[in-house]
Structures are given as structure tokens and as C-alpha cells.
């Protein structure tokens, strides 16, 4: 993924840096997006509009021991999804509001009709810190 946000930037540095109190996530969630949800989490996320659009919780393996790189372990999937056209994915630390941790640019966007599925395979998700 392209970048961090600024929420975790900041509670990054305060972890390493000013030894604050655990803060990581229970759990991460990705989300579909119609514009970069930037770093200050202003973009547009997929709205449901009477269909069942959700973040979908994410599992990650462990960051490579060199590269600094970790994938998603499983196929991320959406069903059922509203019209709009897919242009990013963020990384979200809850499965609604929350905080926006990472954010990129699909590779392609994805126009989506009515009741449309997209998934995103295993390994497709990458985010590296190096």
C-alpha cells in the first residue's frame, strides 16, 4: 500500500518514540473507496444505499524478517454491492468509523453495478515498511 495515514503515523511515533500505551487494533478491516480516503480519511467510502456493502476484517501474515512486507493471508470478498466505481482500499481499524491506518490506489478501478461482487485474492494486499 502507498501510504500511512496521519493517525498512525502519529500513534507510531508515540509508541517507539514517547513509549505510549498499546494502542494496536483487535482487528483491521478493508474497505472499498470511490476517492482516495487520504490521509485525513476524507475520501469517499462505498456506501451500502440499501445493499450490503461492509469492511471486511483482514488477516495479515507476518511482516518478512528483511523486506519489512506483509500480505493479506485470505481472498477479501463484497457481495451484493451498490453502483460506484472502486478507485482505493483503506485499512481500517474498525468494521465501522474507526481510524483509517493505511490507504492506495487500486490498480485498476472497478466500475460495479447493482448487486456486483469483487474480491481480492490472498497475497493482493501488500504493505510494506522499509
Known amino acids: 500500500m502507498a501510504e500511512m495515514s496521519d493517525y498512525l503515523e502519529n500513534k507510531i511515533l ?6 505510549t500505551a498499546d494502542w494496536a487494533p483487535t482487528a483491521v478491516y478493508t474497505a472499498l473507496h470511490t476517492a482516495d480516503p487520504a490521509d485525513d480519511e476524507s475520501g469517499a467510502e462505498v456506501s451500502a444505499g440499501g445493499y450490503t456493502y461492509a469492511r471486511q476484517q ?3 501474515d507476518a511482516a518478512h524478517a528483511t523486506t519489512g512486507v506483509t500480505q ?3 481472498v477479501e470478498t463484497w457481495t451484493n454491492l451498490p453502483a460506484c466505481t472502486v478507485t482505493h482500499i ?4 474498525a468494521v465501522s468509523s474507526g481510524n483509517l491506518l493505511f490507504h ?3 490498480n485498476s478501478s472497478k466500475t460495479v453495478a447493482n448487486g456486483d ?6 497475497g493482493a494486499i501488500t504493505i510494506t515498511l522499509a
Open 72 to 74: 493479506n493471508t485470505d
Open 58 to 60: 483482514t488477516a495479515f
Open 117 to 122: 461482487t469483487i474480491s481480492i485474492a490472498a
Open 14 to 19: 508515540d509508541y517507539v518514540l514517547r513509549n
Open 90 to 93: 483503506g485499512i481500517w481499524d
Open 104 to 106: 492506495t490506489a487500486v
